[in-house]
């Protein structure tokens, strides 16, 4: 969590040696705690306390109305912060993520008909488009060596300025029932949205943490050279982790489409900040090399559910802005990982 | 997690002693291919527009971009310490809208508002300096907030674009000196001259240091925290300078004024050659840099391009740009080796 490393060798070692010293007390149960799960408690917790607490904004807020609708809207962001966590996973950052979503979404009612029936297979042809462009990113940060920063912003406007383009400044069509299914229907009484959030967090946090692949992305996020020299294809691990968040921001701009049935040129603008700020909030490393899906998801529902409660407070917007920013700021001052060391030894005694 | 976790500083091995000398080759060259880069430019801004030598297209020309030239100084200092600094859009829009919303008239009221906006800036990089460096946030997660506090304060003194900036400021500071030399520029020039002298402090070659290696640069006794909130103090002041400058321009308050600058610093930066990831780069090349991108602009609009499409090309340059400084840089590093 911390980019200012305390003094000594290495991190990781310092703070392991740091936490055997504090571990002179039993904490046999404590230690098996990773500071990832700790991370993810803290964060659903302070969600959990954010919309209990919000009762006493309004009436119309606390309820299971509310957390539903709070879903809904963290569902695009979940999506986002999916791809966005990889790369940050890997040390890079995506800045193409607002026009990808753009594109997303554009692509899908300009070329997807309402009243046709070839949604099913265009839908995956739309998403490979944006893993494509994805990969763009990728061999611009691994082959020619361009800092993600700079690469993935350049593709980023390049995206925006085709998508403008193309549209001649005005996106057309409506988005395909399946798309409108999935963000409005229902099933035996559940939305469908959240059915389609639990599977996706499960999938994702599978891929980053179970799999051969997620953790070929934590080895080389925590060091590219000494994974290439274990034999990891770091090339093509980067080139996939760029694919994969160019898709799913694309798949992001469909889910958007599909809830206001329609899309619009600026779309994409207001995720980019927050995707970041999601998984940095669930506790990964913005250098890289740690961090977990879950507890990115803990960050998008705390950043959508004090929005929705803020929306609701009776005072100028600019106020409720300051106390938005006041309380990321108050949430990341909990989450550090001096609050956790703290917390770990209290339990150990 | 557990072996690969020990992360090794990439490239501590640049930092075996003879290495200052081939540093200063490289920060040399990465300030050279953005100077080449902007002439070749203005020579095609000049084939595609007569009036492009013109003083007062000049003039307009560095109006444009000292605000943003200023602010990607600023961002420079915290970026060569390995940091990220989000608080730029936040600190202009405040001071922005302060400067339209309480203007102060007259050569002692531009000092005033001067020394408010740099106060304000100051300010706010304290306490991002505080956050990063004494309670150890990343660095782009609490300057994250505090730009989104920043925004807010902007909204409650100004809730809509509006406002009126004082005349002086905004006729007399956009304005030549000697028929020439454009006033504004010579904001510039002092940000230059102070990163001149700065560099030579131990502050100015401790932010190398920590970006390149903190814990060598801590171990070979450089106090970390202490230049880690000059940095975000400096750049904070200078982010208030640019919001002052931009105030200047516009001559009128908006409270989202500082929003694009956010990526336009950091492109500045980059364009200049400066390493996203600490260590290495110019405040000059990052001034050159932003200087560049607003010369894009209107080379591209007096080379005809359809507005739809310009992002188009200003994405291709953005990366040939540094795919070049990597080509040049991987030459010098060639020959100094050989």
């Given amino acids: 969590m911390t980019e200012t490393h305390p003094p000594g060798a290495t991190v990781a070692p310092a703070r ?334 | 997690m557990s072996i690969l976790a020990t992360k090794a500083p990439a490239h501590s091995s640049r930092l075996a002693p003879s290495l200052s000398a081939r540093a200063k080759a490289l920060l040399t060259s990465g300030t050279g291919i953005i100077i080449v880069l902007y002439i070749i430019l203005y020579g095609l801004y000049s084939i595609w527009d007569p009036t492009a030598l013109t003083a007062d297209t000049v003039l307009n020309l560095t109006n444009n971009a000292v605000p943003l030239a200023i602010a990607a100084a600023g961002q420079t200092l915290i970026v060569l310490s390995r940091g990220f600094d989000l608080s730029v859009a936040g600190v202009i829009s405040l001071t922005n809208v302060i400067m339209a919303a309480y203007p102060l008239d007259g050569p002692m009221g531009a000092v005033e508002s001067l020394a408010i906006c740099l106060a304000i800036g100051g300010v706010v990089g304290l306490i991002n300096g505080f956050l990063v460096a004494v309670l150890r946030l990343q660095s782009i997660a609490a300057t994250l907030a505090t730009m989104i506090i920043c925004q807010g304060l902007s909204l409650v003194i100004l809730d809509a674009p509006g406002g009126t900036v004082a005349d002086f400021i905004s006729y007399d500071l956009t304005d030549v000196l000697f028929g020439v030399v454009p006033i504004s520029g010579l904001f510039v020039a002092a940000v230059v001259l102070l990163w001149l002298l700065c560099r030579r402090t131990a502050f100015g070659t401790g932010l190398y240091v920590v970006g390149a290696d903190e814990t060598a640069a801590h171990l070979s006794g450089i106090n970390v925290k202490r230049v880690r909130i000059l940095s975000f103090v400096i750049g904070g002041m200078l982010y208030g300078l640019a919001g002052f400058m931009l105030s200047a321009q516009t001559a009128t308050g908006n409270p989202n004024a500082g929003a694009s600058f956010l990526m336009l610093t950091f492109a500045a930066v980059a364009l200049g050659g400066t390493s996203l990831s600490g260590g290495r780069g110019s405040v000059i090349a990052s001034i050159i840099g932003a200087a560049t991108l607003m010369l894009l602009q209107k080379v591209l609009f007096a080379g005809g391009v359809s507005s739809f499409y310009t992002g188009i090309f200003q994405g291709v340059v953005l990366v040939l740009a540094v795919v070049f400084g990597n080509v040049v840089t991987h030459f010098v590093e060639r020959r100094g080796a050989s």
């Fill in chain 1, 16 to 349: 392991r040696a740091q936490r055997q010293t504090e571990s002179i007390a039993d904490n046999r149960r404590t230690a098996r705690l990773r500071p990832e799960t700790i991370t993810a408690v803290c964060v659903f917790g302070i969600s959990i306390l954010l919309v209990l607490g919000s009762r006493f904004v309004s009436p119309a807020l606390g309820s299971w109305d509310h957390v539903n609708t709070i879903i809904l809207l963290a569902s695009f962001l979940i999506v986002v912060a999916f791809g966005q966590g990889i790369v940050i996973m890997i040390g890079g950052l995506d800045l193409s993520v607002p026009a990808l979503i753009t594109l997303g979404g554009v692509l899908t009612t300009s070329w997807i008909d309402a009243s046709s029936g070839m949604s099913l297979p265009l839908i995956p042809a739309i998403l490979l488009i944006c893993a494509c462009i994805g990969g763009i990113s990728g061999l611009g940060v691994t082959l020619l060596r361009i800092p993600p920063f700079i690469m993935t912003m350049a593709t980023g406007i390049i995206t925006a300025s085709a998508a403008l383009g193309l549209t001649s400044g005005t996106p057309r069509g409506t988005a395909p029932p399946i798309l409108t299914a999935l963000m409005k229907a229902s099933w035996i009484g559940i939305p469908v949205i959240l059915l389609f959030i639990v599977a996706f967090a499960i999938l994702g946090s599978v891929l980053q943490g179970r799999t051969s692949y997620g953790r070929r992305l934590t080895a080389i996020g925590a060091n590219p050279v000494a994974a290439h020299v274990a034999g990891i294809a770091v090339r093509n691990s980067v080139l996939i982790a760029y694919m994969l968040s160019a898709a799913a921001s694309g798949f992001a701009g469909m889910m958007l489409a599909g809830y206001a049935n329609g899309a619009t040129l600026r779309m994409g603008d207001d995720y980019l900040l927050p995707s970041i700020a999601a998984v940095v909030i669930g506790g990964s490393s913005i250098l890289g090399g740690s961090g977990s899906f879950v507890a990115t998801i803990g960050g998008a529902i705390l950043l959508t559910a004090l929005s929705t409660v803020i929306s609701a407070i009776g005072i100028p917007q600019g106020w409720r802005t300051v106390i938005e920013g006041s309380i990321i700021l108050i949430a990341l001052l909990l989450l550090r990982e001096n609050t956790f060391a703290f917390l770990r030894r209290r339990l150990a005694r």
